[in-house]
């Protein structure tokens, strides 16, 4: 109870967590893990959170896992937060998560469809073994989960399709962790680089708004010009 109520104090609305996997043509890639904590609750956070959250508990078996050739752990701070980060160099990507690879609430997985690889990250908390006390009191507004998928190219995602081979999620930890909503993030994505030009679609539905009224505006111009001409011909020939 006490811990309970010392993690409501400190840990409400002041974490940030951050995933990226970046794919390379060749199949290698890294794998990167972020924790942001507000730098005035940062030592509090390392003093009072459970020993099995911690990020090195936390990724244990995919440390150890076959293919993860470097490894490195940082610390830094940033935009008032605290932040520490892990990151894995590995040799196949796809290799490392062929088997379901369960990270806390998170299980991620590949799979492969001919040239085609699809990535695919379930986040569910009550399907985890993660019990964090005091949960339902914390006020979790502003805390996110950021997860970022960098590859040659991607051709299907359910997340925001930022560039030709970027996909990006925005989970608000209030809903994963107190509403109790289970997400499936998915994507698709090929070795091979993206030829052409490639145009987000939030760009491409601006410059369509921006379009359209464009061409409205260009239309009731056109329709004021052709009434105000037919009346003064009207009126001459009257004359």
Do not use: H
Request: glycine share 10%.
């Amino acid at each position: 109870m006490v811990l309970a109520l010392v993690l409501l104090i400190f840990l409400s609305g002041c974490v940030n967590l951050a995933q990226e996997i970046v794919i390379r043509e060749d199949g290698s890639g890294v794998v990167r893990f972020t924790l942001g904590v507000e730098t005035s609750a940062y030592p509090q956070f390392q003093e009072l959170i459970p020993e099995a959250y911690q990020m090195e508990n936390l990724f244990k078996g995919l440390l150890s896992s076959e293919g993860v050739t470097d490894i490195r752990w940082d610390n830094y701070e940033a935009n008032g937060y605290t932040w520490q980060s892990l990151q894995m160099e590995v040799s196949d990507i796809y290799q490392l998560f062929a088997e379901p690879q369960s990270i806390g609430l998170a299980t991620v997985n590949m799979d492969q469809d001919g040239e085609s690889f699809v990535f695919q990250q379930s986040l569910d908390l009550e399907g985890s073994n993660m019990r964090i006390p005091g949960l339902n009191l914390l006020d979790l507004a502003g805390a996110g989960y950021t997860i970022r998928l960098i590859t040659p190219q991607i051709t299907e995602t359910n997340g925001l399709q930022e560039a030709a081979g970027t996909s990006v999620w925005e989970i608000e930890l209030s809903e994963l962790l107190q509403g109790g909503t289970a997400s499936t993030l998915r994507a698709e994505y090929l070795l091979e680089p993206y030829e052409g030009v490639f145009i987000p679609w939030e760009t491409f539905y601006s410059y369509l708004v921006i379009g359209v009224l464009a061409l409205g505006g260009l239309s009731i111009l056109v329709i004021i010009i052709v009434n105000t001409s037919g009346r003064e011909k009207q009126q001459k020939l009257k004359f």
